[in-house]
């Protein structure tokens, strides 16, 4: 098939013969590249919201040489004959890409670009890190772009509605589209403040749990998560599965947080007095359940079940207070209600039941 041919000058055209000539090289480097940064991200826990690459088009190419093909000497004058854009979630982020890119190839500072920086304060538009680098084993520099997905969204947006078009844009649009870049940016910055006051309230919260301060921490998702890491239930569950020799399996109790919030819980001060309030009772509940059988695993999850059981029934809850646990436990189910009544039935006789009734 013939080369298409283009109005261009003998230098241009000498430089578009190389980039016909080095096309195969093109395409596998831009993929080692992005396999690069894959697994250095990888090692660093670093989670991006998506990484592109491209090999630029022998019309795009053209068009540049046409408009300004003399300002180069060869192929190797052309930055982004290779261009690869990684997009983050966080601005903070954009740095952590730099840090790892930097690592992974020698940057050309000279005719690297922080937009960021040169960004005015009386303007909006995206701001994007742009670095020129070298790889080993590749003789043309190519372009890494690094920009959040909203500082993406406002370049796609621009580009879309300004230069693109090649009609001059009404001021009246103009300003509307300014607007909206700085609402884009001030949301950029408020989810990266956001997440960064996330972190430090975990370390917080991490902190105050290790120190056993449990009044003072809130309970929610990350306060439980870290409770759980002090394994609050292993002393009830190593007595409970003493009485069998049995083994215990480890599973997720992330889900009993609905549980002990169901129960009133406010704080992890909340659950630890709970725990410690119904030990006996709980211990009493599972020796009634596995006492006479040859079961030899149990479940980790039996001893904080036991517990919320024994707390409604010391609370004096009933059947009706028993049934809306378990609903909340398995999930609603017309068993519970049987399951329910069973329990009432079976705990009759144990020692803490009756010490209730005397009191009573």
């Known amino acids: 098939m013939a080369e298409k041919q283009y109005q261009l000058d003998a ?4 430089i578009l013969d190389e980039y016909r000539e080095h096309l195969p090289l093109f395409e596998p480097a831009a993929e080692k590249i992005v396999a690069k940064l894959k697994k250095v991200f990888n090692q660093a826990g670093l989670i991006v919201a998506s990484i592109e690459s ?21 192929l190797e004058d052309i930055t982004d004959i290779v261009g690869v ?18 690592r992974l190839f020698q940057i050309d500072w000279e005719n690297s670009v922080d937009k960021r920086k040169a960004h005015g304060i009386d303007s909006f538009g995206y701001m994007s ?13 190519f372009e890494v772009q690094m920009r959040t997905v909203l500082q993406h969204a406002w370049a796609n947006m621009n580009h879309d509605t300004g230069y693109k078009s090649g009609v001059e844009v009404p001021w009246e649009y103009l300003r509307n589209l300014n607007r909206l870049a700085g609402m884009l940016e001030l949301a950029d910055e408020q989810f990266s403040r956001i997440r960064n006051e996330l972190t430090d309230y975990r370390r917080r919260v991490q902190a105050l749990v290790a120190s056993g301060n449990l009044a003072e921490v809130p309970l929610d998702v990350d306060t439980f998560r870290s409770y759980l890491s002090l394994e609050p239930f292993s002393n009830l569950n190593k007595r409970i599965a003493a009485v069998n020799q049995a083994e215990i399996q480890e599973v997720n109790l992330m889900n009993y947080l609905a549980v002990f919030r169901f129960l009133g819980c406010k704080t992890l001060g909340d659950i630890d007095q709970l725990i410690k309030e119904n030990f006996d009772a709980a211990y009493q509940i599972a020796c009634y359940q596995i006492g006479l059988t040859d079961l030899d695993i149990i479940s980790s999850s039996l001893a904080p079940q036991d517990v919320c059981i024994a707390h409604m029934l010391r609370s004096g809850k009933g059947k009706e207070g028993l049934k809306k646990l378990l609903d909340e436990i398995n999930g609603v189910s017309a068993s519970n209600e049987a399951m329910a009544e069973l329990l009432m039935e079976e705990v009759q006789d144990l020692p803490f039941i009756k010490m209730s009734k005397n009191n009573g």
């Open 11 to 14: 230098h241009c055209q000498a």
């Open 129 to 141: 890190l742009h670095y020129i680098c070298r790889m080993k084993g590749f003789p043309y520099r």
């Open 85 to 102: 854009r990684v997009i983050t979630f966080y601005m903070d982020d954009v740095d952590k890409v730099a840090s790892a890119v930097d």
């Open 54 to 74: 491209r090999v630029k088009t022998e019309n795009s190419l053209t068009g540049k040489l046409e408009l300004k093909g003399s300002k180069y000497a060869s």
